[in-house]
């Protein structure tokens, strides 16, 4: 038996978004990722596995700080996307 191969997540960068404007262009560099290569790459590839994978990674409230789970940022926001192109 072969061992289970994962897709990555994509390679859009969360860490500068700090304001709306900054969450829209973060979503433009994901789109165009997902246009390139993630289509073929992501973990969850269809709306439905990644808004799945959002609703789960939410809910777990996996965040690098504890202080940042309840505290709802444009950052978050866009960490939280990130993870549910991969999050299983």
């Known amino acids: 038996m072969q ?3 994962y897709g990555r997540a ?3 960068d969360p860490s500068a978004v700090a304001s ?3 969450f829209a ?3 433009e560099q994901v ?3 997902y ?3 993630g289509r073929d790459e992501w973990e969850n590839t269809t709306l439905e596995s990644v808004l799945d994978a ?3 990674f939410a809910a777990a409230r996996v965040v690098d700080k504890p202080e940042d ?3 709802p940022t444009w950052r978050l926001f866009a960490s939280m996307l990130v993870a549910a192109t991969a999050y299983e």
């Open 20 to 22: 709306r404007d900054d």
């Open 54 to 56: 959002l609703g789960a």
């Open 31 to 33: 789109l165009a990722d």
């Open 69 to 71: 789970q309840e505290s």
């Open 3 to 5: 061992p289970m191969e």
């Open 10 to 12: 994509t390679t859009a």
């Open 25 to 27: 262009q973060f979503l």
């Open 35 to 37: 246009r390139a290569t």
